[in-house]
């Protein structure tokens, strides 16, 4: 596994990192401890989940579920890792008595609860899931740096933040990025490389599009996040995911070294999140960030999905 710095500020991470959101929704408990464990053993060492992950579908939990099940499993291990969560989406009623999701009073409230999910003192990279569309962005940082100053959370970070509203308070955005969708090449981007912060890409795989699972006139395969997700499986991204495999042949590699590994080589990229249902897939991720690819694949990449382009 290969570590670098999470943007210019941030803490050192993984290249590869584990997403949270099957845990406690599609993973139980010892599912998840499977894949926490799988994880650590590779190398990993970003776990990053939200406050509102857990309880969907058929699991029977509720929302927190995954920051209780991450806890579990992490334990003794704690001190390994970066220990990520966000806050901000919808958490239910008593969440919703403490006022808009971005004020000073929800966020002392919302840390709280995730610490005590999560068994820890601490959160080392607390992240702001979305803005509320109510509270001045000034006063949801001003809120998160008391926090840092408490010793409570080690840095702050953002997600679903317009490129325009980037600030140097945080040191790691997320977004959705993967190479059937280059977007946020245009702006985002290079808001990051403006203000030193770090990318964290959500949806790396394009729900499992570039995991090599999924081919034309076949049906997707049961239970996989594709056989319920609608306008995914077009014409257009199939030509691609058929070209990014031919290209991956060419040079001996897997359709997932080429979507894991071209992505962690883009601009600002600090980490990729991948989310995993096994320690093998989990594993496999994590292999796959060894492939760096030099100037020639790039371009070659480049030509295959143009920067900014969004397929899907």
Known sequence: ????????????????GVGGNNFGSRLDDDGTKAVVHAALDAGITLFDTADMYGGFGDSGGSRGDSERLLGAALKSRRDEVVLATKFGMEMGAEADRHGPRGARPYIRYAVEASLRRLGTDRIDLYQYHEPD??????ETVAALLELVDEGKIGHIGCSNLPAGEITDAFVSTQARYHLLD???EDDLIPACLRHGLGLLPYYPLANGLLSGKYRRGERPPAGSRLSWREGWLTDAALD??????AYAAERGLTLLQVAVGGLAALPAVGSVICGAMTPVQVTANAAAADWIPDTADMAALDAIVTPGERVV
Do not use: C, F, N, Q
């Not at 670098?4 to 050192?12: D, I, N």
């Not at 691609?240 to 495999?245: F, G, H, Q, S």
């Open 1 to 16: 596994m290969r570590y670098r710095k999470l943007g210019e500020r941030g803490p050192t991470v993984s290249v590869v």
């Open 133 to 138: 569309g109510v509270t001045p962005l000034e």
């Open 182 to 184: 280059r977007s946020v």
């Open 240 to 245: 691609r995911v058929e070209a990014l495999t």
